[in-house]
């Protein structure tokens, strides 16, 4: 193999190497490791923000049971990035996941299931549960 072949065949690694090393994050997506949640607690009720991007509302199921809340969806994201010299634009890159995503809390009171109320707005999930009237708490007696 002469020393020109060998050159062209390093030229053509170099692009393979790059590709293959790149993550999502490098091309602003982040992974579907987990959905990110931020929970407030008030007075009355617990306030929950989760982030799903990529879901939509019939693709997340929201369950309780007692102080347990549990938040699971089939997400669906899409990356493309086209070759701008051509006007019709023919595709160079397109980097598509989809997967399952959940994540369970332990909350400090009962939740109230019947007065729970969801709402699905830009990937945000918004969950109002309002806490159970009455704790299901009593002391056992020792004999």
Do not use: C
Not at 92 to 107: I, Q
């Amino acid at each position: 193999m002469n020393a020109l072949t060998r050159l062209e065949r390093l030229d053509d690694l170099v692009p393979e190497f790059f590709r293959r090393i790149m993550q999502p994050s490098m091309l602003n997506m982040e992974p579907l490791s987990e959905i990110r949640v931020d929970i407030d607690e008030r007075e009355k009720d617990y306030l929950v923000r989760a982030e799903i991007p990529g879901a939509e509302k019939d693709d997340i199921r929201v369950e309780i049971d007692g102080n347990r809340l549990s938040i699971s969806a089939e997400v669906k994201k899409d990356y493309e990035q086209k070759d701008k010299g051509d006007k019709e634009g023919r595709v160079l890159l397109r980097e598509t996941y989809r997967g399952a995503v959940s994540r369970s809390v332990t909350l400090a009171h009962d939740i109230d299931e019947t007065q729970t109320k969801a709402k699905l707005e830009n990937g945000v999930l918004t969950l109002t549960l309002p806490k159970r009237e009455g704790e299901r708490h009593r002391v056992v007696s020792i004999e």
